[in-house]
């Protein structure tokens, strides 16, 4: 099979998985099998919708992650910026400046997820080198530290506002204002285009940033323009969704082994997988004890905890396809 008949024959593929995925979303739920109620249809299209553009979200942000910190177990959840972008969240929330407009949630979980990324790359950073264990340490601590303001924020808000932050920090995709949806869609789709454009880039910066500084790639601009795309997508996505973990980490992983590391494939693919992954996700989290419906995020944490562990003992023995 030549080369051009082979991306053919992946792309046809991609298609029609997601398709499937797609059409197992709108067929189940909670209520059982169901695609002649439209009541029903339009409250699962808007849940397939938004898991869609969440999942290639936090997968490309992933990608972009793993390449230019060239760690595998690079993930926004693992380094904080899930955690950052839900703290700036909840100081949205709790000082009442969503009546500024809609707008406000996701900039304030865009700002979050931005300081913690760059606050976490500083103290990992030791000389032009990023060691695994620091950076691993540095996003747990930020995590944690994120994680504690935020249930510190949590506990002295009303009981409405309680309510509504604990649900949304256990993770969710059911749409109840469409304005948000949309916002998450240009926000992952601007973050994609951004992404695949400079995958030149990214694919240089790989090699090393001597590496790449000598092959003529601005480093240190293109690694504030990655820090930017990734921090825009996952304060996007966590600004609607909450605390959603590990897609970041798996998709871009199994992705990579599918088809290679050539960011210019691996961007795209990762964002059509992640879509259906958290689609997928979402569907089990309707069903597995329904008609109550598990939070999307407990579903992603239970896959996410047992593969992280496989890619950290993999890490150990030196082994990155």
């Known amino acids: 099979m030549s080369e051009k008949a082979g991306r053919t024959f992946r792309i046809g593929v ?23 109620n439209w009541t029903i249809l339009k409250l699962r299209l808007g849940s397939v919708l938004l898991a869609a553009v969440a999942g290639a979200g936090l ?9 230019v910190l060239r760690n595998p177990l690079a993930d926004p959840y693992v380094l904080g910026m899930s955690g950052g972008a839900g703290l700036g969240y909840g100081v949205v929330v709790i000082t009442g400046a969503v009546w500024l407009g809609s707008w406000v949630l996701p900039a304030g979980a865009f700002a979050g997820a931005l300081a913690t990324m760059v606050l976490v790359y500083l103290l990992a950073k030791t000389g032009n080198t990023i060691p ?6 540095a996003g747990v601590i930020m995590g944690a530290m994120t994680g504690a303001m ?24 059911q749409v109840t204002d469409w304005k948000l949806p949309v916002l998450v869609g240009a926000a992952t789709a601007v973050g ?54 590990f897609v970041g980490l798996i998709v ?38 329904a008609p109550r419906v598990l939070p999307i995020g407990v579903v992603t944490a239970f896959l996410g905890g047992p593969f992280f562990i496989y890619l950290l003992r993999r890490r150990r023995k030196g082994v990155w396809t």
Not at 17 to 35: T, Y
Not at 59 to 67: E, I, M
């Open 14 to 36: 991609l298609a029609a998985s997601l398709g499937l995925v797609v059409f197992l979303g709108l067929a189940i739920g909670p209520s059982g099998w169901c695609l002649n």
């Open 192 to 245: 994609v285009v951004l992404a695949w454009v400079f995958s030149r880039e990214l694919n240089v910066m790989v090699l090393g940033e001597e590496e790449a500084s000598f092959l003529g790639v601005r480093v240190e601009l293109a690694k504030k323009l990655f820090f930017v795309v990734a921090s825009l997508m996952t304060g996007a996505v966590v600004s609607v969704c909450g605390l959603i973990g």
């Open 252 to 289: 871009p992983h199994a992705v990579r082994l599918a088809i290679g590391p050539d960011n210019r494939k691996l961007i795209p693919a990762s964002a059509v997988v992640g879509a259906g992954f958290l689609i997928l996700a979402n569907t089990f989290a309707q069903v597995i004890i």
């Open 150 to 173: 935020l249930m510190f924020i949590v506990s002295v808000g009303s009981y409405e506002q309680m309510h509504d932050l604990v649900w949304w920090m256990l993770g969710n995709v």
């Open 59 to 67: 997968s490309v942000a992933g990608a972009v992650l793993q390449g």
């Open 132 to 137: 695994v264990t620091t950076l691993l340490l």
